[in-house]
């Protein structure tokens, strides 16, 4: 690798000072009214995200750089839902829920306000955190005012951290494992929350962090990683589809692969059914394979062909599929509601905020499986047709 590529590290990356707080955010030392009513419909969403009835939440707060005098373009903006773990039975088992419930969150929806990315934490009333300043939107006041004087930073420490942490994204942006890159971006968020325990905002491993953001590796990994699974989730469902046609006694020979695309008169007559039940079956293809596809005549081309094969293709498909889907369930480690039931909850509750953003039923699916690595096709659209029969027992249809 040329260690010129190492170089880069310059503090501007990381931080800058400004002699005011963030005028896109605060009027004077006062948050802005209408930022202040987002951060707290944002913050009511979270809560009915984590799905806790009668969670008691003391405070909300905003920290980070952009509640101080060294916000960047690339700055975030944290908010703190802070809870007292003391008061809740089994907090251990809270605070894995927590943590677990955030990352979901956090990594389903990118929510920014004025261009700046929102992240969401629930921290315990008696966790100490380090942060140069902290507003309370329920005081709508700054309870730790930060200060102007600009600290003392390891500069030497922190660009050598940088050039450890440039390394290991670039070796990770080069690579077709995607455990590999999941592994990179947990060490990268590992090395900020380290920084911040021990040293604070200006800690040389959270420099380092910004700087590498700044530099849009952190989202060019997520990006590698997303394009990653798709891939993956396409070779799921290409050996899923050839089962299913060995199943049904389909041999893909080469020049049965060359035959022309036929047309609905085409089938019709094969068949010797009328073209209103090709037709019908053909409506019920092009549909399926929209979900592989954005291309509504390539779609329709494809349901044709697998239409010459078997006319009732996409029938014996479903039923396959279904079929599956049982077994695959049992593969999901989901834990057991009151009555010894699987509880597919964090499955269901997912669904529930994708369809308030009114996703079509393929994204949705598409949006699961992107979540789930344990979730195949047929799960997730399994998982799909569940949500909707609770929904219309619960609207009494």
């Known amino acids: 690798m040329n260690i010129a590529e190492l170089e880069k590290f310059k503090i501007e990356d990381a931080i800058n000072f400004h002699d005011e707080y963030n005028p896109w955010l605060f009027d004077g030392d006062k948050l802005k009214p209408v930022i202040k009513k987002q951060l707290e419909t944002i913050a009511d969403d979270f809560v009915e995200y984590m799905g806790i009835p009668g969670l008691a939440i003391e405070d909300i707060i905003i920290t980070g750089s952009n509640v101080a005098y060294t916000y960047t373009s ?25 943590n677990a419930k955030k990352s979901l969150y956090n990594d389903t929806y990118e929510i920014t306000i004025r261009d700046i990315p929102v992240e969401l934490y629930v921290q315990d009333t008696s966790q100490p955190h380090v942060s140069l300043g902290e507003y309370s939107l329920y005081k709508d006041m700054f309870t730790r005012i930060p200060s102007k004087k600009r600290a003392n930073l390891d500069e030497i420490s922190a660009a050598s951290k940088f050039e450890r942490l440039e390394e290991m994204c670039l070796l990770a942006l080069k690579s077709k494992d995607i455990d590999k890159v999941k592994h990179t971006l947990d060490i990268i968020k590992r090395y ?17 962090f910004k700087a590498i953001r700044s530099k849009g590796y952190f989202q060019a990994l997520h990006d590698h990683r997303n394009k990653l699974r798709a891939a993956q989730l396409s070779l799921e469902e290409e050996l899923l589809r050839r089962t299913f046609e060995e199943s049904i006694g389909l041999i893909r020979e080469g020049e049965k692969l060359s035959k022309p695309t036929p047309t609905v008169d085409d089938l019709s007559m094969d068949y010797d059914v009328s073209k209103e039940t090709v037709l019908k079956q053909l409506d019920a293809g092009i549909k399926i394979e929209l979900e592989h596809t954005n291309d509504r005549e390539i779609a329709r081309e494809i349901a044709l062909d697998h239409l010459s094969e078997k006319l009732d293709y996409y029938e014996l498909l479903a039923k396959f599929e279904k079929e599956s889907i049982g077994e695959s369930l049992q593969y999901l480690n989901a834990k057991y509601d009151q009555y010894g039931m699987p509880d597919y909850s964090k499955y269901l509750n997912f669904i529930d905020k994708l369809v308030k953003k009114k996703l079509s039923r393929v994204d949705i699916v598409r949006q699961l499986q992107m979540q789930f690595d344990e979730l195949e096709r047929g799960s997730a659209r399994e998982l799909v047709s569940r949500w909707e029969t609770s929904q219309r027992i619960r609207l009494g249809i």
């Not at 900020?192 to 380092?208: T, Y």
């Open 192 to 208: 900020r929350q380290a920084g911040l325990d021990n040293k604070g905002e200006f800690g040389p491993e959270n420099l380092a």
């Open 74 to 98: 690339h700055s975030d903006l944290d908010l703190h839902l802070l809870v007292d773990f003391a008061k809740l039975p089994n907090s251990d088992v809270y605070k894995e829920l927590f």
